[in-house]
């Protein structure tokens, strides 16, 4: 009965939303970048437009052919996160990105 009160009084909506957000953002941002993922990569310029990232897989790393992977660049910006198709066979111990830059933040 005193959850519905404060439902209408109108703070409790944005207040819920707002820890949601908070929470998954602390989940997928923080919490998988810093301890699930590898932190580290090589990077290797094969081209005047193409760049190589690679980096070692994990054994709780699994992808199908075709799928994608959103990278952020912490020396870019660490709240930045942008998709890149997977260019490495899924048998393969490397994870291998080509990427060609396109757009603002691909030319950094």
């Known amino acids: ?3 519905c009160a404060f439902y209408h009084t109108g703070y409790l909506v944005p207040l819920l939303g707002s820890l949601t957000w908070g929470l998954d953002f602390l989940i997928r941002k923080v919490y998988m970048a810093l301890f699930r ?3 580290k990569a090589s990077i290797r310029i094969i081209s005047e437009s193409v760049v190589e990232i690679c ?3 994990t054994p709780s ?3 199908n052919p075709g799928q994608y992977m959103l990278l952020a660049v912490p020396e870019i910006s660490f709240y ?3 998709p890149f ?3 490495s066979s899924p048998e393969q111990k490397i994870v291998t990105f080509h990427i060609r ?3 603002s933040w691909t030319h950094e």
Do not use: C, L, N, V
């Open 85 to 87: 198709s997977i260019s």
């Open 55 to 57: 980096f070692p897989k």
């Open 1 to 3: 009965m005193i959850g």
């Open 80 to 82: 930045e996160w942008h």
């Open 61 to 63: 790393f699994h992808y």
């Open 101 to 103: 830059k396109a757009g």
């Open 37 to 39: 993922y590898p932190r």
